[in-house]
Structure formats: C-alpha cells, structure tokens
C-alpha cells in the first residue's frame, strides 16, 4: 500500500487523511522532516497559508518539503495550492515554488464568497479517472491567474483553471477530501 503523508501543522489534513485512506492508500501525518522519508507522495491542505509558511519556518520543513518535491509527488489543496505556486500575489507571500504557477489568494471574495460549484472537469481528467460532473467546495479559494504551458489543466470554474498537475505535481483550488467523490485523490495516487 502506498504512503502518502499529508503534512499536519494546520488545516484540513484529518479530512484529506481519511480520503486517502479511501483512496486505498496508507496516510501519514507529518510534522517533521523525518518522516518524509519512508513515503511515496504529500499532500498539502487547506487551511490559512501565512499561518502554515510561518510554522513550516519554525519546524525547518521548508528545505526538507523542496527537497521531497524534487523526487516525489505532491498535492496542494487551497492553501497548498498557494504554497506550492511560483508566485503568489493578494497580498504577495514567499511560496515553496514547486509548480509553474501563479495565484491570487482569496480571488473570488472573502469568506462570504465561499461555495459549492458543480464543475464539468476537462476530458482527459474523465478519461483518466471516471465521467460525471465534479462538485467543487470553494472556501476562501485562490484564482490560479498563469499556468506554464507545459502545465495541464484538467478542470476549470468560470473559465479559471481549478486543477491543475504540472509534471509530478497537482495542485487544486478546491477541496475534493470534503465530498465522498475520490477521482481527485484516485488521480493524485495514480502517480506515486
Ligand atoms: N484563503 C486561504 C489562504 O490564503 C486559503 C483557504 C483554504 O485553504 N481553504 O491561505
């Protein structure tokens, strides 16, 4: 069973445990470098991205977090997605620079503007997964703004990229560990 560990210091990472484990996959809290080592892939929750930059400092997860990306998969939910974009702007924040993207936090309003969209993801995300619609839980969500080109978009909201992988990472806007619909999580262990 692969290991995936969601990193833990704050946010919504019991919800992204228990997905992954119905993905069929062993999930992992991580609060320390250490235990980086034994697993296949990370997940990044949502949460409040400044709070968890300052508490990746404080722990010294920063350095260890890049170098497990440089050999590993990584996921990034919300706030993930935020950590792990190349710039991020609404306010400008420091990022872990993993994917060639870039994102304005709280891009469609404040917490009032938080919902529950039905999506229509990209073709290939449904022949990589299964077909159906996807419900998209918004909660203070980024608006990813640039995308390198050799990135993939498999899902869009509004016209706006939503779910995005770029080489062995993924990184979404939403938050697919609070519906019961596993073809997120199911694509992110496709690639461990
Ligand atoms: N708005 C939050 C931030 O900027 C992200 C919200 C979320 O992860 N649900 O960090």
Do not use: W
Not at 90 to 113: C, F, H, K, T
């Amino acid at each position: 069973m692969k290991k995936v560990g969601v990193l833990a210091l704050q946010g919504d990472f019991e919800a992204h445990g228990a997905a992954l484990a119905r993905a069929g996959a062993e999930p992992v809290f991580v609060r320390e470098a250490e235990q980086l080592r034994s697993l296949d892939g990370l997940v990044i929750p949502g949460g409040e991205s400044t709070t968890m930059l300052k508490l990746l400092r404080y722990e010294g997860l920063s350095d260890p977090l890049r170098e497990f990306a440089r050999r590993k998969p990584v996921f990034g939910t919300c706030a993930g997605a935020i950590l792990m974009a190349h710039a991020v702007s609404g306010p400008a924040q420091e990022s872990l620079a993993l994917m060639d993207i870039d994102v304005e936090r709280n891009g469609y309003g404040r917490q009032i503007d938080s919902r529950v969209a039905t999506i229509d993801p990209e073709p290939e995300f449904l022949e990589r997964t299964a077909p159906g619609t996807l419900e998209a839980v918004f909660i203070r969500a980024p608006i990813i703004r640039r995308v390198d080109p050799g990135a993939r978009v498999l899902a869009r909201y509004q016209g706006d990229p939503v779910l995005v992988e770029q080489g062995r990472h993924l990184a979404a806007t939403f938050h697919p560990e609070l519906t019961s619909d596993g073809r997120v999580h199911a694509l992110f262990l496709e690639k461990l």
